[in-house]
Nanobody
Framework: VQLVESGGGSVQPGESLRLSCAAS????????IGWFRQAPGKEREFVSA????????YYADSLKGRFAISRDNAKNTVYLQMNSLKPEDTAVFYCAARAASVNLRVTVVEYDYWGQGTLVTVSS
């Protein structure tokens, strides 16, 4: 499956962005999708993940209440709504796919397919 992220950009603190992850190549509903981010000089970290049927969603504890993940299997797209953005949210955001035949997970190494990333910059 091929993944393409979009929706990144530069915003001021307190503003919102919605990222999209568009998939092609294989049956989209056959995959769990996760969002990860990597800030300059830091390791890639888990942000959120949603199961193939939207039945389960996970969030990094520090992001609960500000970020929301959703998916539309008819459009082969997963969304990440990000509200009340902070300068520390500045990072390249990646979406990734994991086969739905296994459990939903939150670590980088458990995802098999990755997009190229989209940059989010939060600065005043």
């Amino acid at each position: 499956v091929q993944l393409v992220e979009s929706g990144g950009g530069s915003v001021q603190p307190g503003e919102s962005l919605r990222l999209s992850c568009a998939a092609s190549g294989r049956t989209f509903s056959g995959y769990h999708i996760g969002w990860f981010r990597q800030a300059p000089g830091k390791e890639r970290e888990f942000v959120s993940a949603v199961s193939w049927n939207s039945g389960t969603a996970y969030y990094a504890d520090s992001l609960k209440g500000r970020f929301a993940i959703s998916r539309d299997n008819a459009k082969n797209t997963v969304y990440l709504q990000m509200n009340s953005l902070k300068p520390e949210d500045t990072a390249v955001f990646y979406c990734a796919a994991r086969a739905a035949s296994v459990n939903l997970r939150v670590t980088v190494v458990e995802y098999d397919y990755w997009g190229q990333g989209t940059l989010v910059t939060v600065s005043s």
